[in-house]
T-cell receptor
Framework: DTAVSQTPKYLVTQMGNDKSIKCEQNLGHDTMYWYKQDSKKFLKIMFSYNNKELIINETVPNRFSPKSPDKAHLNLHINSLELGDSAVYFC???????????FGSGTRLTVV | AQKVTQAQTEISVVEKEDVTLDCVYETRDTTYYLFWYKQPPSGELVFLIRRNSFDEQNEISGRYSWNFQKSTSSFNFTITASQVVDSAVYFCALRSGGSNYKLTFGKGTLLTVNP
């Protein structure tokens, strides 16, 4: 069983469209995250949820909206996609403040 | 604020050479956690090790070893007798209370091991 699963793995879409990426974890972790990895491989946190509550919201355009229906799911919705949104988006989860993150396999988003 | 610096952008070695990847961190917290992750060409992020700030013992796992030195704020990673399968981007990362325990990554070091 995959611990942290993201869908889709690849997403190609046109500028201006709205898209969602789904993430689910079966580890029973309390906290989930979204990270963005740019073309230079730099990993930057976007959001974090703890038990469905938003606890980290970095400087991210408000076109990006996370939604956590329960603690096992954290989805990312992106409105009005722009070329600069092209990146790999990673979902992750952890149990507590000292725990390592377990990452999903990533979603490669390409905006054309 | 916390920061992780991996000064080596790219390293290229020949198989069986030893290689050390440097990591320097900054935090004002006394309790913090350091990590290394590997990202092979397939793209997934693989957890390698976690160290807390109160445990300065060096760790060895097979061909991998880690040297944590609080005096120099460094957490370096050595691969002994490197192999082609070690080719990947390696990330050092830090979690501490001052930044709400989010995981802050360095920019990564691309290691290429040539046959």
């Amino acid at each position: 069983d995959t611990a942290v699963s993201q869908t889709p793995k690849y997403l190609v879409t046109q500028m201006g469209n709205d898209k969602s990426i789904k993430c689910e974890q079966n580890l029973g972790h309390d906290t989930m995250y979204w990270y963005k990895q740019d073309s230079k491989k730099f990993l930057k946190i976007m959001f974090s949820y703890n038990n469905k509550e938003l606890i980290i919201n970095e400087t991210v355009p408000n076109r990006f909206s996370p939604k956590s229906p329960d603690k096992a799911h954290l989805n990312l919705h992106i409105n009005s996609l722009e070329l600069g949104d092209s990146a790999v988006y990673f979902c992750a989860s952890s149990q507590d403040l000292s725990d390592a993150y377990t990452f999903g396999s990533g979603t490669r988003l390409t905006v054309v | 604020a916390q920061k992780v610096t991996q000064a080596q952008t790219e390293i290229s070695v020949v198989e069986k050479e030893d290689v050390t990847l440097d990591c320097v961190y900054e935090t004002r917290d006394t309790t913090y956690y350091l990590f290394w992750y590997k990202q092979p060409p397939s793209g997934e992020l693989v957890f390698l090790i976690r160290r807390n700030s109160f445990d300065e013992q060096n760790e060895i796992s097979g061909r991998y070893s880690w040297n944590f030195q609080k005096s120099t704020s460094s957490f370096n990673f050595t691969i002994t007798a490197s192999q082609v399968v070690d080719s990947a981007v390696y990330f050092c990362a830090l979690r501490s209370g001052g930044s709400n325990y989010k995981l802050t990554f360095g920019k990564g070091t691309l290691l290429t091991v040539n046959p």
